[in-house]
């Protein structure tokens, strides 16, 4: 019985890197073809360069898309950070009537398929007499990324010892010092966890980027998916690469300095 059970987590692990293999395979070969010296981009490689890169650094249309999307993502993640905050201090510090509604209701758009959220935003708002604009665009990202931010900073916040901030209410403090001195340090790497979710999703998102944006603004997806409308340039893959390498290593970054913070600040 012993060598069967080691057999099948054998034979387990040897599927999930099958799984995990055909899954990022696709993104490291564009990441191995941007580095292609050759205009076609299939194998074998002709030679190491930097050529797309550098292309892809004079694309003017491609910098705008770049800019918007880091616009976006930013004031994303300003929003959307700063209301989930406030929604979990509202829900976990304090008595709120039909707080679980009130959650459901705040984690409901990550539970409804974007395409459907999107469609369903922008039928209101053209029922309501407004346009598509600028403004509108983030309003749907602030909606998709508000959920995520809440689900992190509740989750640390919970974990906060309410006893603390009464020790700091006892000696003096008001709600607002304890808040700024005690309870916000305490929950800071899930307010950056959480900001950096909100700028990652917001920037990498092209469903609802497709419905909301008005014409003539590009960010970086919606630039890619209208590249290869018309054929598949290496500049693609090179900007597949930037947007890898954003929104992975990003994450990574946010979660080492977390951890970091973590650590410090204590339970």
Request: charged share 10%; proline share 5%; aromatic share 10%.
């Amino acid at each position: 019985m012993e060598g069967t059970g080691k057999l099948g987590w054998s034979l387990i692990r040897l599927w999930a890197l099958l799984v995990y293999g055909f899954m990022f395979l696709p993104v490291a070969v564009v990441v191995l073809l941007s580095f292609n010296a050759s205009q076609f981009g299939s194998f074998p490689m002709t030679g190491f360069s930097f050529r797309w890169f550098v292309e892809l650094a004079n694309n003017d249309a491609i910098l705008r898309a770049f800019r918007t999307s880091v616009t976006l993502g930013l004031m994303t993640a300003v929003i959307s950070t700063t209301l989930g905050v406030l929604a979990s201090l509202a829900l976990v510090r304090y008595k709120v009537p039909g707080t679980n509604m009130i959650s459901t209701f705040l984690i409901a758009p990550i539970l409804v398929p974007e395409v459907v959220l999107a469609v369903a935003l922008l039928l209101f708002l053209n029922f309501l007499g407004i346009n598509k604009s600028f403004t509108l665009l983030l309003f749907g990202h602030v909606i998709f990324t508000l959920p995520f931010v809440i689900l992190v900073v509740q989750a640390r916040l919970v974990a906060i010892k309410r006893d603390v901030e009464e020790a700091a209410m006892s000696l003096g403090a008001s709600p607002v010092q304890t808040f700024f001195q005690i309870t916000l340090p305490l929950m800071l790497p899930a307010v950056l966890a959480g900001g950096l979710f909100a700028f990652t999703i917001s920037f990498d998102d092209i469903t609802g980027t497709l419905f909301w944006k008005p014409g003539g603004v590009e960010t970086v997806p919606t630039q890619i998916f209208a590249m290869l409308r018309n054929s598949i340039s290496p500049e693609i893959n090179a900007l597949g690469t930037v947007m890898i390498l954003l929104t992975v290593g990003l994450p990574l970054l946010g979660a080492a300095i977390a951890r970091q913070l973590a650590q410090k600040s204590g339970p």
